[in-house]
């Protein structure tokens, strides 16, 4: 069963790239970007907010940045992490509003579960919508983003840290590739201790997600592989209690679509880690279920982040415009397996 909430809905502006983090407490914390609209960022700036009840209702949204009026760059993917110290992590690109452009990122770090806020604390990472901060098992920091490079391949990139980002790691390639437009990667880390990054391919064609694997903690990647997750934009991966990866995404059939109805749906793919390991499309298993339809007739729905409690319960959070005119942050709970496993052990897929 899958029950949806609203974060925070405005129909006097336009509210999109959420991610949610949950504290040592178990309280929520999302981050969110709100913006006179995707496709104009005249105006721009993160904002937050808090659940004390799983999600259910949610405080008054307050500012994490400043506002941006497009002078100096605009405030565009925010994502949020919790460290294994229990810190919170924002990490957020600044941009031109193109995808050539070069932005900077910076972090902002919470002491006390969000209520209070240090930075901007400038990274070394350039490009834009960055990948969440990854904290390894070995306690190593990778930061992601993607951007043009001179030669016109779309690239994306990583930094890696030893010592929680006091210095850096010059720039490492995860994905590139002629012909492939490789963006918006999400890195996991496997119980067997490789690396995967998870990839959407930009060219408006419905290609399958893609993927690179790091056999080395993040300091050189294998790939690309195709992954049975077809038409799959801003894939967001992680594991869960049960040993199965979740891959939240929006689904971008392409055609025609790409104009006006040009995203109306997000998905969850499930993968066991044998599959995930795989690198022939044909010897990989997905399941793949709908979470939420966008019935505007300006849909615009996904980038999409997503925890789960300590009780198993899966909470998502996520931006669709369908019942508004401009674009809201909702939420979603649900159990796996209620929504995917039904009965049925992870053996079975």
């Known amino acids: 069963m899958i029950t949806k909430y609203t974060i925070a809905k405005n129909d006097n502006i336009y509210e999109a790239f959420p991610d949610v983090a949950l504290t040592k407490d178990e309280h929520l914390v999302v ?17 937050l907010s808090k659940s004390k009840d799983r999600g259910r209702t949610w405080s008054e949204k307050k500012p994490l940045t400043p506002p941006n009026h497009g002078k100096t760059g605009s405030w565009n993917c925010p994502r949020i992490s ?4 229990g810190r919170l ?23 006390d579960q969000g209520e209070t806020w240090k930075g901007p604390i400038m990274t070394p990472a350039d490009g834009i919508v960055p990948d969440k901060l ?19 391949i779309l690239c994306q990139k990583a930094w890696i840290s030893d010592n929680q980002g006091e210095s850096w790691s010059n720039e490492i390639i995860v994905a590139r590739q002629k012909g492939l437009e490789l963006c918006e990667g999400s890195i996991t880390q496997l119980s067997s201790g490789e690396l995967v990054c998870f990839l959407r391919e930009n060219s408006g064609v419905g290609r399958d997600c893609y993927k690179a694997i790091s056999k080395d903690q993040g300091q050189t990647w294998d790939g690309l592989y195709r992954v049975p997750i077809p038409a799959c934009h801003r894939p967001v991966a992680g594991q869960l209690q049960s040993g199965m990866f979740m891959i939240t995404h929006r689904y971008m059939q392409g055609g025609k679509g790409w104009v006006g109805y040009w995203t109306q749906n997000l998905f969850a793919a499930f993968m066991n880690e044998t599959s995930i390991l795989e690198t022939k499309r044909e010897q990989q298993s997905s399941r793949i279920i709908p979470l939420d339809f966008d019935r505007s007739p300006v ?12 009780d198993g319960e899966i909470y998502v959070a996520y931006y669709i415009v369908d019942d508004s005119p401009n674009g809201q942050i909702r939420g979603l709970s649900m159990r796996e397996n209620d929504v995917i496993l039904g009965g049925f052990t992870n053996e079975h897929y």
Do not use: P
């Not at 919790?82 to 110290?85: M, N």
């Open 31 to 47: 981050v969110f970007l709100e913006c006179t609209h995707h496709s104009d960022r005249s105006y721009t700036r993160v904002m």
């Open 82 to 85: 919790t460290l294994s110290d």
């Open 89 to 111: 992590i924002v990490i957020v690109d600044k941009a031109e509003f193109n995808e050539f452009s070069n932005g900077v990122n910076v972090f902002y770090i919470s002491d």
């Open 134 to 152: 990854i904290e390894l098992e070995s306690g190593r920091w990778i930061i992601s983003t993607h951007s043009r490079q001179k030669d016109g």
């Open 299 to 310: 849909s615009d729905i996904g980038y999409s982040g997503w925890i789960q409690f300590q």
